[in-house]
Each structure stands twice: as C-alpha cells, then as structure tokens.
Nanobody, 111 residues
Framework: VQLQASGGGLVQPGGSLRLSCLASRSVFNVMGWYRQAPGKQRELVAT???????NYPDSVKGRFTISRDVVKKTWYLQMNSLKPEDTAVYYC????????WGQGTLVTVSS
C-alpha cells in the first residue's frame, strides 16, 4: 500500500491550503493526518473513519476539515485560518490492521 501526500506550501497567516493523500487502494478503517513541527512531538490533527466519522483536536477544530473521496482513493485536509503555529510537516496515514504512512508535505505559515 502506498500513500502519496501533496498540497503543502507557503501561505500567509489567515490563508488556506488543501492537502491531499492519494492511496493505492480505497479500503481502510481509519484515515487521517498527523503533523510534526521542528522540535515538537508528532500531533494528530484529523481522522475520518470508513463510515465518515471525523475527529479533531481542539487546536484545529473549526479550522481544519477532513474529507474523503472513496472513488478517487483520496482524502483531503482543508485548512483554513492558518496560523504560524500550524507550520509543520504533515503526514497522511491509514489503518487497516496495519498503519500505512505517506511521505510528508511541508506547510509553512508565514508573512
């Protein structure tokens, strides 16, 4: 199973980005995104289950939205009202008995 993350980049505070994670298959129990900022622990930022239940930590709730397209074997992370503290490498992952990881995509929020 391969996961391909994309969509990172440089954005000003208050801006938006949408990350995508393309998988080589469509069936997983849970899909989501983690992030890791320099010198900080990895943080879970969004999950979505196979039946569409989503979950977010308080740090991104109301600003980030995870969604999925089963046909395209892709899930997305829409990030709005971005803050400098959202700067991190974002990793997509998926669970189906085993946890699969995509490569990271860098998000930089800076003026």
């Amino acid at each position: 199973v391969q996961l391909q993350a994309s969509g990172g980049g440089l954005v000003q505070p208050g801006g938006s980005l949408r990350l995508s994670c393309l998988a080589s298959r469509s069936v997983f129990n849970v899909m989501g995104w983690y992030r890791q900022a320099p010198g900080k622990q990895r943080e879970l930022v969004a999950t979505i289950t196979a039946n569409g239940i989503t979950n977010y930590p308080d740090s991104v709730k109301g600003r980030f939205t995870i969604s999925r397209d089963v046909v395209k074997k892709t899930w997305y992370l829409q990030m709005n009202s971005l803050k400098p503290e959202d700067t991190a490498v974002y990793y997509c992952y998926a669970k189906a008995g085993y946890t699969y990881w995509g490569q990271g995509t860098l998000v930089t929020v800076s003026s």
